[in-house]
T-cell receptor
Framework: EAGVVQSPRYKIIEKKQPVAFWCNPI?????LYWYRQNLGQGPELLIR????????DSQLPKDRFSAERLKGVDSTLKIQPAELGDSAVYLC???????????FGQGTRLTVV | DAKTTQPNSMESNEEEPVHLPCNHS???????IHWYRQLPSQGPEYVIH???SNVNNRMASLAIAEDRKSSTLILHRATLRDAAVYYC???????????FGTGTRLKVLA
């Protein structure tokens, strides 16, 4: 069975440009997470979805970040406009339900120049 | 949220056991102890979790102190493929909220 799939794997953009990341969770997983991981640090939660509802977005910088999960399956995370400090790895994870183990994708490494 | 403290790095020889410690002195009675690991250029991977009793699975063992203020992840025979950053995380029962620290970077020597 395929794991969590993210694309693209790498993205380089100029500051002030928009960027979007895509995540396809494991089939049947209701819970989806987006994390951001800065160099040398552990991942930090940005947003959690239960099906198509964002139930915790308290850590999402809402002035420039947005996310959606259409039909409770795939999800996209968008940054507009990107800033230099947004350079990081963006990880998507999914779990069957909120209290079960999370499975992570390989992440998208974003470099803002 | 209760926090964990782990050594920044550890080394082990291949095919020897590895004991990765984690201190969580402010743990509450409903906090589960989770371990994830992150191989280079990969997302974190679930290893094991427990509440009070020691746990074993195909990847590792988790030894939890009687007072629950510390725990140890045990890799019984380290291989080169076990070289990774290991995160010890606490979460409330039935919740998702993983707060990752900086973890322990394990180096396995051939």
């Amino acid at each position: 069975e395929a794991g969590v799939v993210q694309s693209p794997r790498y993205k380089i953009i100029e500051k002030k440009q928009p960027v979007a990341f895509w995540c396809n969770p494991i089939s049947g997983h209701n819970t989806l997470y987006w994390y951001r991981q800065n160099l040398g640090q552990g991942p930090e939660l940005l947003i959690r979805y239960e099906n198509e509802e964002a139930v915790d977005d308290s850590q999402l910088p809402k002035d420039r970040f947005s996310a959606e999960r259409l039909k409770g399956v795939d999800s996209t995370l968008k940054i507009q406009p990107a800033e230099l400090g947004d350079s990081a790895v963006y990880l998507c994870a999914s779990s069957l339900m909120v209290s079960t183990e999370a499975f992570f994708g390989q992440g998208t490494r974003l470099t803002v120049v | 949220d209760a926090k964990t403290t782990q050594p920044n790095s550890m080394e082990s020889n291949e095919e020897e056991p590895v004991h990765l410690p984690c201190n969580h002195s402010t743990i509450s009675g409903t906090d589960y102890i989770h371990w994830y690991r992150q191989l280079p250029s990969q997302g974190p991977e679930y290893v094991i979790h427990g509440l009070t009793s020691n746990v074993n699975n195909r990847m590792a063992s988790l030894a939890i102190a009687e007072d629950r203020k510390s725990s140890t992840l045990i890799l019984h025979r380290a291989t080169l493929r076990d070289a990774a950053v290991y995160y010890c995380i606490l979460s409330k029962a039935g919740t998702y909220k993983y707060i990752f620290g900086t973890g322990t970077r394990l180096k396995v020597l051939a």
